[in-house]
C-alpha cells in the first residue's frame, strides 16, 4: 500500500484511551481534511501519523513500512508537521525561523546550499511573508506568525505535509490564502491532510473527507458523499440543511 | 556570514563577540600586570614575548592563572548555556540545579577519603555531576525536561549537597581541611601550568563536541514536537548534551572548586550583546571567559596583598543577578 496508512490504531493517554480501532488510508496526491467536533481526537491522529505519539496497539506505515523502523531524519525528509501549538526560541528573526525548516536536509557540515535558500525563498513567498523576513517572530500577530510557522514547514519541501487547525488564527482573506496555497500544493503532486473547524471550507477544498467523532472515524470520503445533514447532526450535534454552495457547488451547512 | 558554531548570525553577532573578545583579553593584560608590585604594560608585554627580567614571573606564576580564569569561564558559560537549553529556562545552569556542587562532592570524596591523583579526580568529579543530573530528572520527570518543577527540585539537591560539601571539608583532615577551605570556595590562586594541562585538553574536546551538537540543539529548541518531526532523535541527543554540559562543569570543578553564577549569567548577558535567538554557545562561551577573568582580577586586587577566592566575588555579585532573574521569572507567571 503507498502513502500513508494507519492500521488498527490504540491511542491514549495515560488512562484516558482516545480512540480503539482507527484505521486510515491518507490517499496520495490529494487533499484531504479531518472534521469533528473539538476533543474527538483529530490532533491525537494527526500525531500518531508523524510518530509524536507511540500506537498502544497498531501500526502507522509509510509505503508499506511501519515509521517505527525508518530514521527519523528519512521521516522528516518526507513528512512535515504543523503542530496546534508552537514556541519560538527569544529573539529569533522570521527568516531564521523558516531556516530550521531545513534542518532534516543539511548534514553536520555548516554548509547552506543554493537548494536550501530556494526552498526558504519559496516558502517565504508561498505563505505572503516575504516582507516580514527581517522581523521578530514575537513581533508579529497570531496570523502573522501562523503564516510564518507554515512557511517553516514548507520549507521542509515534504512530500506529506500534515496540518492541524493552520487557519486558526487567520481572518477571512487569508483563511481562503492558505486554503487555495494547500490546494495548489496538492496540484504540484504533494499529499496533504488539514484538520479544519470549518466544514463548508473542509467541503469546498478537500478531495477527501475524514468526519470524527469520541475517537473514531465515522465517515470517510468525496465530500459531496460524507456531508449530509444527517451526518452533520450525529457528529456535531447540529440541526442543518445542506444545500449546494452558490459558488463553487459544493455541499454547504446552514444551521436551523 | 555564519559563526563557527552553526547558528547563522548577522553583523550584531560579530560585532558583540568582538567586543567580549577585546575587552576579556584587556582584562587578562591587566591581571597580568598584577603582582606584589604592579608591572608597566610595556613591562608586562615584553615579559609575554620572552624578553626582559619579568618573563619569568609573568609566563610561569601570573600567566597560567589568566589563562585557567579564561578557559575555566568559557567551560562555564558552555556548560550553562547547555542546560538553559536543555530545561527552556533561564535559571536551569548547573550552578542552580546543584549539578556543579554534586561534581565538587565527587572531587572532594576522591581527594579527601582516596587522596587520587588529578585524573581520578577529575573522574570522580563527572561521575558525582552526571549520578546528580540523574536524580534531578528522576525527581522532576513528571514535569518533564522543561519546566519549572526541575529548577525547584535541582534547588533543593544543591542546598542538601553543599551542605555535605561542608560536613566532609569539616570532616577532614586538619591538613587536608586546609588545603580543601579554599577550594571548596572556588579558586584559582596558585594555579601552575601542571595543574591545567589535562582540563585544558579535556575542554577543549568537550568544546568540539558540543560545537558539533549546536545545530540539534537550537533545533530542539522549536519545542519537543517539530524537533521530533524535523529529525531530531530527542533521546540521544539529550544525553549527549548533558554528558558534555556535565563533563564542561566538572572539570572546572574538580581543579578550581565551585564556582557558582559564571555558567547562570554568562549565557544570558552573551545572547543579549550579541542579540541572538534563543541561547548561543559562542557568546556564552566568550562572556563566560571575560565574566571569570574579570572576576579574579577583582579577587587579586581588592584586598591586596591578600588575594581572595575568585568564588566568592562570582557568588557576590551573582546572587544579586540571581535574585534579579528569580522576580523577572516569577512576574511572567
Ligand atoms: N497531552 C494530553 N494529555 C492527556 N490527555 C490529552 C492530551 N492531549 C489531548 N488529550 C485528550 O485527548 C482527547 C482528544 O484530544 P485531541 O487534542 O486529539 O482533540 P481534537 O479533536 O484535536 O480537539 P480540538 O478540536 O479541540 O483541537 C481529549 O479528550 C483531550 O482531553
Ligand atoms: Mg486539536
Known sequence: MTGLVAHDLT?????????????????????????????????????????????????????????????????????????????????ISVTHLVRRGRYPHRDWRLTWTDVDEAAVTRA???????D????????????????????????????????DEPTTFLD????????????????????????LHDVNQAARFADHLV??????????????????????????????????DPVAGSPMVVAH | MRSVLGQPGGPRLVVGCVGIVVTGLLVAFVTLMHGATWSTPGETLAGLLGHGEQTFVITRWRA???????????????????????????????????????????????????????????????????????????LARKGGFSGMRLVVIGIAVNAMVTATNQWLVIRADLEVAMATTAW????????????????????????????????????????????????VRLGPHRLALVVLGVGCTATVTAVAGPISFVALAAPQIGRRITGSAGVPLLPA??????????????????????????????????????????VMEVRKR
Open chain 1, 132 to 163: 516580514l523576513a527581517s522581523r521578530r517572530i514575537e513581533e508579529l500577530s497570531g496570523g502573522q506568525a501562523q503564516r510564518v510557522w507554515l512557511a517553516m514547514v514548507l520549507a521542509q519541501e515534504t512530500e506529506l505535509l500534515l496540518l
Open chain 1, 11 to 91: 491511542l491514549g493517554y495515560g488512562e484516558r484511551v482516545v480512540s480503539t480501532g482507527l484505521s486510515l488510508a491518507v490517499p496520495p496526491g490529494r487533499l484531504t481534511a479531518v472534521i469533528g467536533p473539538n476533543a474527538c481526537g483529530k490532533s491525537t491522529l494527526l500525531r500518531a501519523l508523524v510518530r509524536l505519539q507511540e500506537p498502544r496497539a497498531g501500526r502507522v506505515e509509510l509505503d508499506g513500512v511501519d515509521l517505527r523502523r525508518l530514521r527519523p531524519r528519512e521521516v522528516a525528509r518526507r513528512i512535515g508537521f504543523l503542530p496546534q501549538r508552537m514556541v519560538a526560541p527569544e529573539g
Open chain 1, 124 to 130: 517565504l513567498l508561498d505563505t505572503g511573508v516575504e
Open chain 1, 172 to 195: 477571512l482573506a487569508h483563511q481562503y490564502d492558505l486554503l487555495r496555497l494547500l490546494a495548489r500544493l496538492r496540484d504540484a503532486g504533494r499529499t496533504v491532510v488539514v484538520v
Open chain 2, 184 to 231: 571548596s570556595a572556588g579558586s584559582l590562586n596558585g594555579t601552575d601550568w601542571h595543574d591545567v594541562r589535562l582540563p585544558f585538553a579535556l575542554i577543549a574536546a568537550l568544546a568540539v563536541g558540543l560545537a558539533l551538537s549546536a545545530r540539534t540543539m537550537h533545533q530542539a529548541a522549536l519545542g519537543d514536537d517539530l524537533a521530533t518531526t524535523s529529525g
Open chain 2, 64 to 138: 597560567p592563572q589568566v589563562s585557567a580564569a579564561l578557559v575555566f569561564g568559557a567551560a562555564l558559560g558552555l556548560s550553562g548555556a547547555v542546560f538553559q537549553n536543555l530545561t527552556r529556562n533561564p535559571l536551569g545552569s548547573p550552578d542552580i540545579i546543584g549539578l556543579e556542587a554534586s561534581a565538587f562532592t565527587g572531587a572532594l570524596v576522591v581527594t579527601a577519603c582516596l587522596s587520587g591523583t588529578a585524573a581520578q579526580v577529575a573522574t570522580g568529579s563527572v561521575v558525582a555531576g552526571l549520578a546528580a543530573a540523574v536524580v534531578v530528572y528522576a
Open chain 1, 211 to 244: 468526519a470524527m467523532q469520541a475517537g473514531r472515524v465515522v465517515a470517510a470520503g468525496a465530500p459531496a458523499e460524507v456531508v449530509t445533514a444527517d451526518l452533520v447532526e450525529q457528529v456535531f450535534g447540529l440541526a442543518c440543511e445542506v444545500v449546494p
Open chain 2, 285 to 326: 562561551a566568550l562572556t563566560g571567559a571575560l565574566l571569570l577573568a574579570a572576576s579574579d582580577l577583582l579577587a587579586q586586587t581588592l584586598t591586596r596583598p591578600v588575594p581572595l577566592p575568585v568564588g566568592m566575588i562570582t557568588t557576590a555579585v551573582g546572587g544579586a543577578y540571581l535574585i534579579w532573574l528569580l
